[in-house]
C-alpha cells in the first residue's frame, strides 16, 4: 500500500512506443491545413496592399489610401485576438473536430467578403473576419494535434502547425506577388474548403471524447489513430482513470488554475508567447528590402520576401524533424541565443548606417553583415521561438484548464502582435534602427536566461510526468484536488 502512489503514476503512464504512426501524421497534417489558411491570411497584406494602395489600382473599383491599406492590413490581428478565449470554451463544449469544421464558414464568408468587396469597408469586414477565423485556428489546432499524438511524437506533430503557417505565408508571398488580386483571392477561398473536405474524414480528440464520457466512440478515434495492433484499451483506460479523478475529485475553475503546476505552466506558456512577439521577428521582416539593398543586392523586394519565406519554411521543417530528438529547450535556448546575437548584429549595422552614412567605408566593409544576420535570424526563430511556444500549452497543461491558457495565451500574442507592428514605425523614427534592434536583443537575453532557469524539458514526457516536473507529486496532486 506503501507504494500505491507510484503504481498509480505508472499506470496512467504510456506503454511503450508502439501503434502506427501514419495515422497521426495525417490527422495532424489534415488539421494544420487550417493553419495553412491562416498563413495565406497572415501574408495576403504583403503582395496586395502594396497593389491596391497605387493611384492607378484596377484590381479594385474603388480607391484606397494607404492609411485604410494600413488598417487593411494589420486588423486581422484584432480578430484573432477578440476569439482566442471565446473558441477556448467553445471546443470545450463541442469538441476540436466540431469547432475547426464550424470555422470554414467564417474563413469563407471574410474571403468573399474581401474577393467581391465594393468599399473599403467591406475589405476591413473581411479581413476581419479572417483574422477571427485564423486566430481561432491558432488555438483549436495545437490542442487537437497534442491530444491526438503519442508522447514520442507529440513535438513533431505540434510543429506542423508553425510549419503550415509558414508554407501558407509562403503561397501567398508567391502566388500574390504574380497574379492578379481577384484570382489569388480566390485561391485563398478555396484553402478552407480544401481544409473541410479532408478533415471531414479525421477522427474527434480521444481525450475529449472520454471527458465527455463518450467512450465508445474514443476507442473507435485510437484505433483509427494507434492502428488494430495497438493496446487501444490500455490507453483508453488510462484516459478513463485521469477523467474519473477528475470527475470524483471535482476542483472549481479558479482552483484548478491556482494550482502551483498550472500557474507555472501560464507562467511559461505566457512568457514564451511575449519573447516570441518581442523577438524583433516583425522588425526584421519589415526591414527586408533594405537588408538586401544593404549587402548590395539587387533583388526587387517581391523576390526578396520570397527568399525570407523560403528559409522560414525549410527551418520550419527541420524543427518538426529534430524537436522530438533534441528536445524544446535545446531548440528554445538556440534560437534565443542566435537572434540576440543576429539582433545585435544588425543593430550595429544600422548604427553604423544612421551615423556614418549609407556610403561610409566602414558601412561598406560590412556590407555582408545584414544580409547574413537576417538569414540566420529567420533560421533561428523556425526553428525555436516560432513553431515551439504555440505547443506549449498543450504539452504543460492538463486538460481541465488546457483551453484556457492556449486561449489566453494566444490574445496575448495577437494583441503583441498587432502592438508591435502597429507602433514600430514610430519606435523607429524616435530612437533609431539601430537601438531598436539593440532592444530586441536585450529581450532575447532576457528569454534565454528565462528558458533555461525555468522552462523544463518536456520531449518524449507523459502528461503526468510534465505535472511532476512543474512541481507535483502523485500524493500532492490528489491533495491538491480535493482542495
Not at 173 to 198: D, E, K, Q, R
Not at 212 to 237: F, M, P
Not at 422 to 434: P, Q, R, Y
Request: glycine share 8%.
Amino acid at each position: 500500500m506503501a507504494n500505491l502512489g507510484v503504481s498509480q503514476t505508472e499506470l496512467v503512464g504510456p506503454r511503450g512506443d508502439s501503434g502506427r504512426k501514419l495515422p497521426q501524421y495525417i490527422a495532424a497534417l489534415a488539421a494544420t491545413l487550417g493553419a495553412l489558411a491562416a498563413g495565406t491570411m497572415l501574408g495576403w497584406s504583403s503582395p496586395v496592399v502594396f497593389k491596391i494602395t497605387q493611384p492607378n489600382n484596377t484590381d479594385y473599383n474603388f480607391d484606397i489610401s494607404e492609411t485604410e491599406g494600413s488598417w487593411i492590413g494589420s486588423v486581422i490581428n484584432l480578430g484573432a485576438a477578440a476569439i482566442c478565449f471565446p473558441i477556448g470554451l467553445v471546443m470545450d463544449a463541442i469538441g476540436r473536430k466540431k469547432t475547426m469544421l464550424f470555422l470554414i464558414l467564417p474563413f469563407t464568408l471574410g474571403w468573399l467578403l474581401i474577393t467581391f468587396g465594393t468599399s473599403v469597408g467591406m475589405l476591413i469586414g473581411g479581413r476581419l473576419i479572417t483574422g477571427i477565423a485564423g486566430g481561432a485556428f491558432c488555438v483549436t489546432a495545437p490542442a487537437y494535434t497534442s491530444e491526438i499524438a503519442q508522447d514520442s511524437i507529440r513535438g513533431t506533430l505540434g510543429s506542423y502547425f508553425q510549419l503550415m503557417i509558414t508554407v501558407g505565408i509562403l503561397f501567398a508571398y508567391a502566388v500574390g506577388s504574380y497574379t492578379s488580386v481577384f484570382l489569388f483571392n480566390i485561391l485563398c477561398t478555396l484553402i478552407p474548403i480544401v481544409f473541410g473536405i479532408v478533415f471531414f474524414f479525421m477522427p474527434e480528440s480521444p481525450k475529449f471524447l472520454v471527458v465527455k464520457n463518450r467512450n465508445d466512440e474514443a476507442r473507435e478515434a485510437l484505433i483509427k489513430l494507434r492502428g488494430t495492433n495497438y493496446d487501444v484499451d490500455y490507453e483508453l483506460d488510462s484516459l478513463k482513470l485521469s477523467a474519473e479523478e477528475a470527475q470524483n475529485n471535482p476542483v472549481s475553475f479558479v482552483s484548478a488554475i491556482t494550482k502551483k503546476t498550472s500557474i507555472k505552466a501560464i507562467i511559461i506558456c505566457y512568457a514564451l508567447m511575449i519573447f516570441q512577439q518581442l523577438s524583433g521577428i516583425n522588425a526584421v521582416i519589415f526591414n527586408t528590402s533594405s537588408i538586401f539593398a544593404a549587402a548590395g543586392a539587387t533583388i526587387p523586394a517581391a523576390i526578396a520576401t520570397i527568399i525570407i519565406g523560403v528559409i522560414q519554411v525549410i527551418a520550419t521543417f527541420v524543427s518538426s524533424l529534430v524537436v522530438d530528438k533534441l528536445g524544446r529547450r535545446i531548440l528554445l535556448l538556440f534560437s534565443a541565443l542566435v537572434m540576440c546575437l543576429c539582433s545585435t548584429a544588425l543593430g550595429v549595422f544600422f548604427f553604423l548606417q544612421s551615423t556614418h552614412g549609407e556610403n561610409s567605408d566602414i558601412v561598406q566593409s560590412l556590407f555582408w553583415l545584414p544580409l547574413l544576420s537576417l538569414s540566420l535570424f529567420i533560421i533561428a526563430f523556425s526553428l525555436g521561438f516560432g513553431p515551439i511556444p504555440w505547443m506549449m500549452a498543450g504539452d504543460l497543461c492538463n486538460i481541465d484548464i488546457k483551453a484556457f491558457v492556449g486561449s489566453t495565451a494566444g490574445t496575448l500574442n495577437w494583441l503583441l502582435s498587432f502592438t508591435v507592428t502597429s507602433t514600430f514605425l514610430a519606435l523607429n523614427t524616435a530612437i533609431g534602427s539601430g537601438q531598436v534592434f539593440w532592444m530586441f536583443a536585450g529581450i532575447m537575453l532576457i528569454g534565454f536566461v528565462f528558458i533555461f532557469f525555468v522552462i523544463p524539458e518536456t520531449k518524449g514526457k507523459s502528461l503526468q510526468e510534465i505535472q511532476v516536473m512543474l512541481g507535483a507529486t502523485p500524493q500532492d496532486r490528489n491533495v491538491e484536488d480535493k482542495k
